[in-house]
């Protein structure tokens, strides 16, 4: 199976007033994301579906990448800040597919990624990284940040 995990794109607003949680993409990160976007048409990405978080941001972001490589979007409380390797084990069992995309939080895709492969990454906002993943360990296969769909 190859996971695609897609952090969300930028979100700081420096006068927020509201809940964390309900905080959209800034028009920065809108913009950045179609970007992303673009660049996952370039990389010939293929998934069977998009599973975002439900926080704004997020579902956000899998809607722009998702209107870019022609896939269905699905909401997955799961995915909400706090996702572990445990829900990651939920959310397959629960699946078909062969290719998923997974947009979220960090540092839980880091420490998702860093449990699934060994290794320490570093997702930066609108980052893309590509893990090939059987059973409880995976391999990642690359990890992108953003600057390198904008090239």
Do not use: C
Request: net charge positive; hydrophobic share 40%; aromatic share 6%.
């Amino acid at each position: 199976m190859r996971l695609y995990f897609l952090r969300h794109g930028e979100a700081d607003w420096p006068d927020w007033e509201g809940r964390d949680d309900d905080r959209p993409l800034t028009a920065g990160g809108r913009e950045e994301m179609h970007e992303v976007g673009q660049f996952l048409v370039r990389l010939k990405v293929r998934v069977d579906f998009v599973l975002t978080s439900p926080l704004p941001r997020a579902a956000q972001t899998a809607d722009i990448a998702a209107q870019h490589i022609k896939a269905s979007v699905r909401r997955e409380n799961l995915l909400a800040p706090g996702f572990r390797p445990r829900q990651l084990e939920q959310i397959l069992a629960a699946q078909r597919g062969e290719n998923l995309l997974l947009v979220g939080h960090e540092p839980d895709f880091s420490e998702v990624i860093r449990a699934l492969t060994g290794g320490r990454a570093k997702m930066s906002k609108a980052g893309l990284a590509l893990l090939e993943v059987s059973g409880t360990e995976g391999k990642l296969l690359w990890l992108f940040p953003p600057k390198v769909a904008k090239a």
